[in-house]
Structure formats: C-alpha cells, structure tokens
C-alpha cells in the first residue's frame, strides 16, 4: 500500500523473487500507476537481467516505449558492463544503477551516472543498504535510491536511517556535492 499522495517509484522484481512473467509484470505495473497515479510516479524500471548488460539492453528495449504509454518516466536498469555497450539515452527518463555491488560502486558507474545528470536524466541506486553506500550514491549525484534496510528492526534501524539522511545534508562529503 503506498499512503495517499506519497510518490512512489515501480520496480520489476527480477532481482529476486517477484518476477511473475513479462505479461503479468506489465499488467501489475499498469494497474499500480491507475491506482496511485502516474503524476505520483518517479518511475517504473523496464525488465533487465541482473549482472548482464547485454541481455539487459535486449530484454528491455521493447518494454521501454510501453512504459512510456503509461504515462510515467522510464528506468533503465545499468548492469555489470553496461559501459562498454549503448545505453538508449534518448529513450529513458532514469538510469538506475543495478548491477552487481562491485560494478554499482565502480569509477565505471559513477562516469555513467555523471553522463546521465550531463543529459538531464535522473539517477537511481538500487540495493542501498549502509551509510557508506548511501554516501556513496549521494557523491554519484543520485537522485534516489531504494534498500530493503528499513524492513529489518525498523524500530532500531529507522533512527539510524534518519541520521545518516540528516548526515547527508548537514555534513560535506570530501569531494563537495558531486564526485
């Protein structure tokens, strides 16, 4: 249940065990964003395979056009190599960055997310999990990111979730606001 008025981004379930099926996917996508709202939608990420870029660019590139249709920005999820293929920049809205940790936090990734804010595009991070990755996509330049932290002790972990938020707008990171 997302609460009424909140924004609210769409994943896929591919990393994990939510993918129902590419028809069943797009149906629940479809019905998600009649029921909250597309203006609510940050995004929705086209299907992806997770740790291949190539099968990514393949998997996703008929799906983008009919996230489109839905009215909502389109993700397209970055994996492990997608440096060295084409990423379909004038057809997507967020570049989220998927993908292994290793590659995810790489010199490799942070130039992609560079290149995506250089063309005007939002950048997301999945899988955010500690302080450290969350700076990490705070000096990427990313302008969201989702991690499954807050769902385990949320009594314990929501404070501290809280404090590094705080941590991130009131301290400087050492390489300013962008790395």
């Not at 709202?37 to 992806?48: I, T």
């Not at 056009?65 to 839905?70: A, C």
């Not at 970055?78 to 967020?94: C, K, R, T």
């Not at 940790?101 to 790489?106: I, L, P």
Request: charge should be neutral.
């Amino acid at each position: 249940m997302i609460p009424p008025g909140a924004l609210y981004a769409c994943g896929n379930g591919k990393f994990g065990k939510g993918w129902p099926r590419a028809d069943a996917w797009f149906a629940r996508l479809k019905a998600t964003v009649d029921r909250y709202g597309r203006e609510l939608c940050l995004w929705a990420v086209a299907p992806d395979v997770p740790l291949d870029a190539a099968a990514t660019l393949a998997e996703s590139l008929p799906w983008l056009e009919r996230i489109r249709s839905l009215g909502v920005p389109v993700a397209f999820a970055a994996q492990d190599g997608s440096e060295h293929g084409p990423i379909p920049w004038d057809l997507i809205d967020v570049l989220f960055l998927a993908g292994s940790t290793q590659w995810k936090t790489s010199p490799a990734a942070h130039r992609l997310a560079l290149e995506a804010r250089e063309r005007g595009l939002a950048v997301h991070m999945g899988r955010v999990n500690s302080r450290r990755r969350l700076r990490i996509a705070q000096a990427f330049g990313c302008t969201s990111c989702d991690g499954t932290y807050l769902a385990f002790g949320p009594d314990t972990n929501l404070p501290r979730l809280l404090a590094w938020m705080n941590e991130l707008h009131t301290t400087p990171t050492l390489f300013g606001d962008e790395a």
